[in-house]
């Protein structure tokens, strides 16, 4: 027999023999699970219905075989489950799921199991055809808003999922989990991002101006570039609900949309713009009227406000356009509008900014030029 040195684990001094270390080992081990968190191009999340369960569903994935990385186990799973063979290279959240969140009866000795989520990508219309159920066990697959994850899945499957696709927007890397909840809460997890369903306002998108006095303005949003290139978002702090700063006219707006705007960015943000530039408008086919968007440049934030429309005080984050298309449910036309967002970006000298988590501003800040952040 070899004798064990000391673990971090281990009484000071104690020797184990590997026949000893390795029954400890064995008596603490837990499960290994996986599973691949996939949304389709409206950001929707992929869930499976299973015919050994009664009306609740699962992510893509299983048991991680002995000897199996959880990674390979994910690749597996897909493959066996949906048919697809797919390269699974990112970490979204390892979960520890302690036993009693789980009602496993006694004679299962449920120890507890690490569960890893992998980030499956977005899936195309042909990718998704592409998927081929097996004869047993899956027995069909359904795509659904972030905000009903929890009636499909378990309570504490909903959660992780969610956790899970809030680290995918903020671009942080994978986060950590104890039975679905984040050991550090990011600004998106505080306020619940994605909890609430998002409206899905696929409105066509019109380059050009609005067309003839008489449509109506029916509302005025600006898409508000930091030096970095990141925009000003607006999650509603009992929600999680995202939003651009502006809102609808008033009267003491006088007709002028850029009026409007400002003045809703200073009750909603207390945020200070210049260099606004007209990108063009949404049309509602059921509501006549003109939605229009503005691209500018924040120069500055003062305390946050609270506005006087809703009485709430927004919390304020910094967002690449691309992560911020996520928190909406623009369909197709979205596309169209963030290319008008970035032509309008390079017009206005500002970089095109690379994905990084996302930045909650709380106090006054200053931007005096755009290498640098006064706070």
């Known amino acids: 027999m070899t004798a064990t040195t000391t673990e971090p684990d281990e009484a000071p001094g104690s020797k184990m023999t590997d026949e000893e270390y390795g029954a400890h080992r064995a008596s603490s081990a837990l499960w290994a699970g996986t599973s691949v968190l996939i949304t389709n191009q409206r950001g929707e999340v992929l869930v499976q219905h299973v015919d050994y369960l009664d009306g609740t569903c699962l992510l893509p994935g299983g048991g991680v075989d002995k000897g199996e990385s959880p990674a390979s186990g994910a690749v597996r ?121 998002r409206l899905p306002h696929r409105y066509p998108f019109h380059p050009a101006s609005v067309p003839g006095a008489e449509t109506p303005i029916r509302q005025s949003w600006v898409w508000a570039f930091a030096p970095d290139g990141r925009i000003l978002l607006l999650l509603d702090p009992d929600t999680g609900a995202a939003c651009l700063p502006g809102g609808t006219p008033e009267p003491g707006d006088h007709g002028d949309p850029v009026a409007t705007l400002c003045r809703e960015a200073d009750e909603e943000a207390a945020a200070r713009l210049a260099s606004i530039t007209y990108l063009g408008y949404l049309s509602d086919p059921e509501q006549p009227g003109a939605r229009v968007r503005y691209a500018a440049v924040l120069t500055g934030l003062d305390p946050p406000p609270v506005d006087p429309a809703t009485d709430r005080t927004y919390l304020r984050i910094l967002a690449t356009p691309e992560q911020a298309l996520e928190f909406f449910d623009w369909g197709p036309p979205a596309t169209e509008q963030l290319t008008a967002v970035h032509q309008a970006r390079r017009r206005l000298a500002i970089p095109k900014a690379a994905l990084q988590p996302v930045t909650e501003l709380v106090g006054p800040v200053t931007w005096e030029r755009p290498d640098t952040l006064l706070t």
């Open 77 to 197: 799973e897909l493959q066996e489950e949906l048919g697809v063979t797919a390269v699974i290279d990112r970490g979204l959240a390892v979960d520890y799921v302690s036993p009693g969140a789980v009602n496993a009866p006694p004679e299962m000795r449920y120890p507890g199991e690490l569960l890893h989520v992998f980030n499956g990508g977005t899936w195309d219309e042909k990718q998704i055809a592409a998927i081929r159920l097996p004869e047993r066990e899956i027995t069909s697959i359904e795509f659904v808003e972030p905000a009903r994850l929890p009636d499909f899945l378990f309570p504490r499957d909903a959660r992780r999922a969610l956790a899970a696709l809030r680290a995918r927007i903020n671009g942080a890397g994978a986060v950590l989990l104890e039975d679905g909840h984040p050991l550090s809460p990011t600004v998106l997890d505080r306020a619940g991002v994605l909890s609430t369903p």
